[in-house]
């Protein structure tokens, strides 16, 4: 009776072994749940008297280039962490670059998604009769490949440093007129944060609880928060503050000449960061 005893509690206290040592789904070599605990971190409060600089400017960021090619990690694109927002109720989507017009998903689909005319066989025994058809193409979320973002660079004299602020972030889709292409335009605008409501449905609260992968440390790991506040993109201006609000390409001396364009934009940036050395020199 003793052994059998014995026998009892050495095979339940194996099974309770058994029970800690190998849990149910294995993610990796250690517990990584911080990130769903992170929260964004707030900006720098800037009063009016202290901003002695402000500029803003628009960038495109192209997926597509090497350093940017985490924002197309299989795991966890871009373009899927946007349409998940959208899709929870996580994020809210706009009509226009004033972020004011609210866009629902029906609204997004029908704008995104085309109609193509083709032709299909008209019967069985009529084999050389055609006649033409209008299908619904479904646009593809992958094909996001450029997302616009507006920005607000601003010195504050105080503190003696120069603040970015990205206002909002917009993929960009190319949409059709007639069954023809035209020149991309966003699809919709994010409001990137606000500060003054940190429980807006803005794209930094999900950002922030989403990886995205460092190409240096996995043990570092990276959020999309991480990748847009430490500027870790590439990318190049398309549009600065002017008297006309208008983008490089629609100035008359620089229409139909793309290196004029990109030399435009090259010398935008470059007034950006003189600018802000200038300032510190007083």
Not at 171 to 200: I, R
């Amino acid at each position: 009776m003793k052994n059998l005893i014995i026998s009892i509690i050495y095979i339940c206290s194996f099974k309770n072994i058994l029970a800690q040592t190998v849990p149910a789904e294995v993610r990796g070599p250690y517990d990584a749940n911080v990130v769903s605990q992170r929260k964004p971190v707030p900006w720098h409060r800037i009063i009016e008297a202290d901003a002695s600089y402000h500029w803003r400017v628009e960038r495109i960021i192209d997926t597509r280039i090497k350093q940017n090619s985490p924002l197309q990690w299989p795991k966890s694109p871009l373009h899927a962490l946007i349409k998940r927002g959208l899709e929870e109720n996580k994020l809210v989507a706009y009509k226009n670059d004033s972020l004011r017009r609210v866009a629902d998903l029906e609204y997004i689909f029908l704008k995104l998604n085309h109609q193509e005319q083709i032709q299909v066989q008209n019967s069985a025994e009529e084999v050389y009769s055609y006649v033409d058809s209008t299908v619904n193409v479904e646009y593809n979320w992958e094909d996001f490949k450029r997302f616009k973002i507006m920005e607000d660079w601003i010195y504050d004299k105080k503190e003696g440093r120069m603040y970015c602020r990205i206002v909002y972030i917009a993929p960009m889709y190319q949409p059709y007129a007639g069954g023809a292409p035209v020149p991309e335009q966003p699809a919709f605008y994010l409001k990137y944060y606000d500060p003054a409501n940190l429980d807006t449905k803005c794209f930094r609260n999900v950002a922030v609880n989403s990886l995205v992968f460092n190409p240096q440390n996995v043990a570092h790991r990276l959020t999309f928060d991480d990748f847009f506040e430490m500027r870790m993109f590439n990318s190049y201006l398309i549009k600065e503050s002017n008297l006309f609000d208008n983008r490089f390409k629609d100035y008359d001396e620089l229409k139909d000449d793309p290196i004029a364009t990109m030399l435009e934009s090259e010398k935008a940036s470059e007034k950006l960061f003189k600018q802000e050395m200038d300032s510190w020199e007083h």
